[in-house]
C-alpha cells in the first residue's frame, strides 16, 4: 500500500521518522514517500503491460517538480490541464509527444503554447493530443494551428454515460456533466470535423470520474467506446488512439481500492484486439500513484471540550487539506507517536483499539468547515503531539489556500534515509510579496 509504517510506536516514511522530519521542516508539511510513487507507478506498467499504454501521470493530483522528474525519469508522460502545468511539464524535461492536454477552457495562450511546446526551449515539438470538450474548441484549436502553419493532433471526450458511483463533484462521465460530448454527438462530431487539415481528430478519450472503486463501470465505459470506434472505422475514419483517463481508486482504508493488477484483467481483454490491430492506449493516472504516497504531518494546538463534543484543534486545516471539508472525504488521521496497543494493524474508519476518545479534528481557519475528521476515535493526545493525515499525496498539496493568510507548508520528499526539501515553507513576506508595491493600470498619475 505504502512506506508508511510504524517502527517501536514511531511513525516512519521508508527509513525516516516523521518527527524528525517535523522537527526540521516545522509543521504542517506534506511528506511524500519515493519509493511508494515508484512502486505504485511500475505496477501500472506491469499490469497493463500487454497492451503497451502511455501511462500520463495526471499533473492535478500533485504538481510538486521533484515528483514529475521522477515519475518523468521513470518513463511517465504527463497529462496536464492548463498552461501552468505545462510549464511543469516541460521543468521536469518531458516531451511532448508524451503530454496530452485536458481540460474545457483553454485559453488562446494556453494553446499557442502547447503548440509550440519545446521541453528544451529550443525546437518545436508541440504536445502530443489535445483533449477536445466541445465544438467550439476545437474549431479554435483547429483556427489557431491554421494561423501558426502547422498540423495537431486531437482526441474526442466523449462522455459514455456510465455512473462510476461516485462523488458527484468528481462524476464527469454521465450525459450531464460539463465535460466531453455523449456519444450520439461523437459521431456527428467526427462527420464534421474528422477530416480537418489543421486539427486532426485521431483519438477518443474517456474519463468517468474519480475514485472509482470497482472494475465494472470501466468495463461498460470501454465496450460503448471500442463500439464507437468501430462506427466511426466504418464511416471512413481511422482511430489510432484510446485514452481511458483515470480515476482508479486508492486506499484511504487498508484494502479499499482494487489492485492495478485487478484493474487490468478487466480492462486488457476488451482492448487486446484492437491494440494488436494498431491502437494505442493512454492512460492518466494521478491518485493510484500519488495518494497513499503522502501524508499530512500536524500538530496539535490545543485541546477544548464544548457541550458533549472534544475537540482536537491542530495547525492544519481546510486550507491545508480541503478534501474533507469539501467532499466529506475519509482520511485515516493517527498520531505519529503510539504506545505498542494503539499501533493500527489497519487503517479503518471505526478502529477497534482500547482506551480511545471520541473527538472532532479541526483546524485554526474561522470556518465552520473547517475540519479534518468529524467524531473519530483516537489514542489519548496532548498539546504538541504530531498527528498523520494519511493518503493525502493527492488533491492535497495542490488544493491547499492561503485563507486566513495562512502561508503554504512545506513539501518534503523521502527516499530511503534521505529527507529532502522540495519546497520550502512559505512565509508572510511571501503572502504580500505581489502586494507590496502598486502600479497604475489605467489612467494618469494626477488623477
Given at each position: ?121 529550443s525546437t518545436r515539438h508541440g504536445i502530443r493530443l489535445f483533449n477536445i470538450e466541445s465544438e467550439a474548441e476545437f474549431e479554435n484549436i483547429a483556427s489557431l494551428a491554421r494561423a501558426r502553419g502547422v ?297
Amino acid at each position: 500500500m505504502d512506506q508508511f509504517n510504524y517502527r517501536d510506536g514511531r511513525l516512519h516514511c521508508e527509513e525516516v521518522a516523521v518527527e524528525e522530519i517535523a522537527a526540521a521542516a516545522g509543521t504542517p508539511v506534506y511528506i511524500y514517500s519515493a519509493a511508494t510513487i515508484t512502486d505504485h507507478y511500475r505496477k501500472l506498467v506491469a499490469a497493463f503491460k500487454r497492451v503497451d499504454p502511455l501511462i500520463c501521470y495526471s499533473i492535478k493530483s500533485c504538481s510538486n517538480l521533484s515528483i514529475l522528474r521522477l515519475l518523468a525519469d521513470l518513463g511517465a508522460g504527463m497529462d496536464v490541464v492548463s498552461g501552468g502545468e505545462l510549464f511543469r511539464a516541460g521543468l521536469a524535461k518531458v516531451h511532448g509527444h508524451r503530454i496530452v492536454y485536458a481540460g474545457v477552457g483553454k485559453t488562446d495562450e494556453e494553446i499557442i503554447e502547447a503548440i509550440d511546446y519545446s521541453p528544451d526551449g529550443s525546437t518545436r515539438h508541440g504536445i502530443r493530443l489535445f483533449n477536445i470538450e466541445s465544438e467550439a474548441e476545437f474549431e479554435n484549436i483547429a483556427s489557431l494551428a491554421r494561423a501558426r502553419g502547422v498540423i495537431c493532433e486531437a482526441t474526442l471526450r466523449v462522455n459514455p454515460d456510465v455512473d462510476p458511483k461516485t462523488h458527484v463533484y468528481t462524476t464527469t462521465g454521465k450525459k450531464e456533466t460539463k465535460f466531453g460530448v455523449d456519444l450520439e454527438r461523437a459521431r456527428a462530431f467526427f462527420r464534421k470535423y474528422g477530416r480537418n487539415e489543421h486539427c486532426r481528430l485521431t483519438a477518443i478519450h474517456l474519463h468517468i470520474g474519480s475514485p472509482v472503486y470497482t472494475v465494472e463501470p470501466y468495463i461498460e465505459a470501454v465496450k460503448r467506446a471500442l463500439a464507437l470506434i468501430d462506427e466511426i472505422a466504418a464511416e471512413g475514419f481511422k482511430v489510432t488512439a484510446l485514452n481511458l483517463g483515470g480515476g482508479f481508486g486508492a486506499d484511504y482504508t487498508s484494502s479499499q481500492s482494487p489492485l492495478a493488477a485487478d484493474y487490468a484483467s478487466a480492462i486488457v481483454p476488451l482492448l487486446q484486439g484492437h491494440v494488436d490491430r494498431g491502437l494505442k492506449i493512454i492512460l492518466e493516472p494521478g491518485r493510484s500513484i500519488i495518494a497513499n504516497a503522502g501524508i499530512l504531518l500536524t500538530r496539535v494546538q490545543y485541546l477544548k471540550k464544548s457541550g458533549q463534543r472534544h475537540f482536537v484543534i491542530i495547525d492544519g486545516g481546510m486550507h491545508t487539506l480541503i478534501r474533507p471539508a469539501l467532499y466529506g472525504s475519509f482520511h485515516f488521521i493517527w498520531p505519529a507517536r503510539v504506545a505498542r496497543m494503539h499501533v493500527p494493524a489497519k487503517r479503518e474508519q471505526e478502529m477497534d483499539l482500547p482506551g480511545l476518545d471520541l473527538c472532532d479534528v479541526v483546524g485554526p481557519i474561522c470556518e465552520s468547515s473547517d475540519f479534518l475528521a468529524k467524531d473519530r476515535r483516537l489514542p489519548p493526545l496532548v498539546r504538541g503531539d504530531l498527528l498523520a493525515v494519511f493518503s493525502a499525496g493527492a488533491y492535497g498539496m495542490v488544493m491547499a489556500s492561503h485563507y486566513n493568510s495562512h502561508p503554504l507548508p512545506a513539501e518534503v520528499l523521502v527516499s530511503g534515509s534521505r529527507a529532502t526539501t522540495v519546497r520550502s515553507r512559505e512565509t508572510y513576506d511571501d503572502l504580500v510579496g505581489r502586494e507590496r508595491e502598486a502600479t497604475l493600470l489605467l489612467g494618469r498619475e494626477e488623477d
